[in-house]
């Protein structure tokens, strides 16, 4: 995977710079042409010798040491690059990176570079837990900068905790992983709907439900990760897009999403209906708020319309995939939902379960498609389900089932 691609290794100023070295070296050893530049910081630690030794190439330190007069040296290297790796990140290149702070030839260069840019941060634990840092690496992360969790166990300052700068090897590993499945979308237009709808009976009070939204949004941003270009229709919840290129459409009611969902569904590729839309609305809704009365109150519901349903009896070309969160006998309701509604492939959980209820970050779920192909995907966040999804999708197109 990075054979022959342009690699600046950024290196900054911590204890875990010894790994840095090796990571310089295994780089190189995987065919890649590494450029390393240090932080002043860094230096203290190692020489710039040694990484001239291990990959053949001039080191860089100094935003003014201009060694071709032809070329601005750190815009000449940003160009460059194919990738850049900050490895050790400290929490100070990561807090510069994030309010565009250019005060060295790294952070610079960093500003300059549109290179895929991936962190490998390293420090105190309770630095890593710090507000200000994960504030700055959320604002990273909108950006489309990609972080390499650090691992945990003994640190260099005593402590105990996540912190370390993790291994080489599996920096690499992630890298290559990730540029493996980075386009495994691209050039397909994905339809997704997510979150709750939310039926009016009068000024302020509505009919609802309890779907966060989460397990929708996660398939939104894993599909703009995968190269795809995403429309999110989103009823109201309280979250936000990560990825810049996602094109959110938010509505209130099942008709809103109905209408929606049919405005971008023609040229869609892959349509997913993760939301949880409500099947009755209020027959009548009141202009001015309904006043308290004697006895119980009776509120007469009428059918919405069956979006999901609706999709699979008219589609085309579309690769349709379908949710049912469940109470009881999940996988017999859930391939009933898939023959009924004429899907592709449906996800189905119980949300009574511990760990896949709503408003929670994790789900259980199992993937079952139209040929009868069922796979359990075990408790794991709502993050590594999506993109497990869309791997399956991705097979399952391939193999021609639309």
Request: with cysteine; hydrophobic share 40%.
């Amino acid at each position: 995977m990075l054979q022959n691609k342009k690699i600046l290794l950024g290196v900054t100023g911590g204890i875990a710079v010894y790994k840095a070295c090796d990571l310089a070296s295994k780089l190189t050893q995987q065919g890649a042409e590494v450029r390393v530049m240090m932080t002043p910081g860094a230096t203290k630690f190692v020489s710039p010798l040694t990484f001239q030794a291990l990959t053949r190439n001039p080191v860089y330190t100094d935003t003014f040491d201009e060694k071709d007069p032809n070329k601005i040296a750190h815009i000449d290297i940003a160009d460059w690059a194919d990738i850049a790796i900050i490895a050790p990140a400290t929490a100070n290149i990561i807090s510069k990176i994030a309010f565009g702070i250019a005060d060295d030839m790294l952070t610079t260069t960093l500003l300059a570079t549109r290179a895929d840019i991936y962190i490998a941060p390293a420090m105190n634990v309770h630095m890593y837990e710090h507000p200000a840092v994960i504030e700055n690496m959320k604002k990273l992360v909108e950006w489309g900068y990609h972080f390499i969790e650090p691992g945990a166990g003994y640190l260099a300052c005593g402590y105990v905790g996540k912190g370390r700068l993790e291994e080489p090897e599996t920096i690499i590993k992630t890298i290559c992983t990730h540029r493996q499945h980075a386009n495994l979308l691209e050039g397909k237009k994905v339809l997704i709907s997510a979150g709750p709808t939310r039926e009016v009976i009068d000024p302020v009070r509505y009919f609802s439900n309890r779907s966060s939204g989460k397990m929708g949004f996660a398939l939104a941003e894993a599909a703009a990760k995968f190269g795809a270009e995403v429309t999110l229709v989103a009823g109201p919840v309280e979250l936000k897009t990560v990825h810049q290129s996602i094109k959110r459409i938010d509505v209130v009611t099942a008709e809103d999403m109905y209408q929606a969902m049919w405005e971008y569904f023609n040229e869609a590729d892959i349509v997913i209906k993760a939301a949880a839309v409500a099947d009755y609305r209020p027959k009548v809704v009141y202009n001015e708020k309904m006043k308290k009365q004697p006895g119980d109150l009776v509120i007469e519901m009428e059918r919405t319309k069956d979006i999901l349903q609706s999709l699979g009896e008219n589609k085309s070309n579309q690769f349709i995939v379908g949710f049912a969160a469940e109470t009881n006998t999940p996988l017999e309701y859930g391939k009933e939902k898939l023959r009924k509604k004429h899907l592709d492939a449906i996800v189905i959980n119980n949300v009574v379960e511990e760990g896949a209820g709503f408003a929670v970050d994790t789900n259980i779920v199992t993937y079952f498609n139209k040929s009868e192909d069922e796979v359990a995907i075990p408790l794991a966040t709502k993050d590594e389900i999506a993109e497990k999804i869309l791997h399956f999708v991705d097979r399952d197109m391939k193999e021609g089932w639309k």
